[in-house]
Every structure is written in structure tokens, then in C-alpha cells.
């Protein structure tokens, strides 16, 4: 699990809010597939060929590319509860 999960929670209610986070399987799988088709919505985006035809285009292709990778993150920060290595950053 990611540091960033704990990050400002105190020593004493850490063990308690790392096992609520474990537990919530159920809302993290289903914000994981939100996410994630999110992502696949912004890829799909970019295979259209009028996108390529835009003044506009440079600064389209720096937003998908940082849509993409903030989505990115996100599916990282969830699929690194169930992760059973010690805490990462």
C-alpha cells in the first residue's frame, strides 16, 4: 500500500484506517473499473483523425498526455492496497 494512503493520519488510528481501506474491496474495485474506463475513453480519443487536423493539436496531445497519466496514478494508488509488499511512496 502506498504511503500517500496514511499520509496525515495518526500512529494511533493508522492500523484502523489501513484495515478500512483493505476492507473496502468492494468500492476500490468498482472506482478501479470507473478509472479505468475513464483511461480507455482518453485513448479512444486520440485515434480520431480529425484531432490531427487542429491548430490546436500540440496542445491537445499535452492535455490527453497528462489526462492519461493522472489516471494512471490514480489505478496505481488503488491496486496498491491489495499490494502486499511493505508501504511504498
Known amino acids: 500500500m502506498k504511503t500517500i494512503w496514511t499520509q496525515g493520519i495518526s500512529q494511533a488510528r493508522k492500523k ?3 484495515a478500512t ?3 473496502s474491496t468492494i468500492v476500490l474495485e468498482r472506482l ?3 478509472i479505468s474506463d475513464y483511461l480507455e475513453a482518453v485513448e479512444l ?4 483523425p480529425e484531432n490531427y487536423i487542429t491548430p490546436e493539436y500540440p496542445f491537445r496531445v499535452a492535455h490527453q498526455a497528462g ?8 489505478l496505481t494508488l488503488i491496486r496498491s492496497v491489495h499490494d ?3 508501504e511504498s511512496v
Open 67 to 74: 489526462r492519461r497519466r493522472e489516471l494512471k496514478k490514480m
Open 45 to 48: 480519443e486520440d485515434e480520431h
Open 32 to 34: 478501479e473499473k470507473i
Open 21 to 23: 481501506i483493505k476492507n
Open 16 to 18: 484502523e484506517y489501513v
Open 84 to 86: 502486499d509488499r511493505p
